[in-house]
């Protein structure tokens, strides 16, 4: 049977759930060294962070970054892709709900803040 | 015997007439509650992204932000009912599972109920997403 958005947003989701409780590790990694739009190639951008995981044997790469056309609308973009050995994307999932808040979570797992907070307490 | 004709013929124009009052009622309400949902539905589409974005950031430290979530999927809730009104009983189906989902975390508050909450508005927030894009295309 076909995968359906709804599943994509489900394992967006999950992916989310798993980053929250810690299940799933996340280490900065390079971003994508160029990002397609409307078939041009796009040059690098400042300020793009990457995350990486791996997860049952496949590497997820969740990137932000400002748009080229950032003239036109400055909000931050959000991409997640799954990654081969060699590092080239192999499938980058649509743009669905939950991939901006996925990348707060990472962020937020980096920041390790119940680690912070706990070493605070007990020294 | 003309009479009995212009009777007859003037009952059935009432009746069509009727009908017609109808039928031209209907089809104002329609139009009018589909100007009411295409006005409002990117400034809801925008507020649930934000409510989303606070609840994932509740849902991970839920133990001490239980209340501060609760606060906020209340909101949502209201948000998704008002859709839910505005849409219709056929093409709000799509936001059945998200009130079912609040409806059992108002009953039991749980962290496992919270994330059932919030992967709900996730399928919501893609519905209205696409909804949006075919307004876009289809104008």
Known sequence: MAVTQNDLVGAVTKLNELTRTQRLKWEPCNPPSQKKAFGMEMLDHLGTKSFQAVHEGRILRITEYVSEFAAFDKSLKYTLDIRDQDGSSVFEFPDVAGISDLFRSVQTQKLDIEGFIRKLVTN | ?139
């Open chain 2, 1 to 139: 015997m003309q009479g009995t004709t212009l009777a007859n013929f003037s009952a059935w124009a009432s009746l069509v007439s009727l009908a017609l009052t109808l039928v031209n009622t209907i089809l104002i309400l329609r139009i009018k509650s589909g100007i009411v949902v295409n006005l409002t539905l990117e400034p809801l589409f925008d507020r649930l992204r934000q409510r989303s974005g606070e609840m994932n950031q509740f849902l991970a430290y839920y133990e001490v932000n239980g209340a501060r979530f609760s606060e906020v999927a209340g909101i949502c809730e209201a948000d998704i009912r008002a859709l839910r009104r505005r849409l219709g009983y056929v093409r709000s189906r799509f936001l059945r599972s998200h009130v079912h989902a609040a409806r059992k975390f108002r009953r039991d508050r749980s962290a496992a109920n919270a994330q059932e909450v919030y992967a709900s508005l996730q399928q919501v927030r893609q519905h209205i997403a696409n909804m949006l894009e075919e307004r876009r295309i289809t104008g």
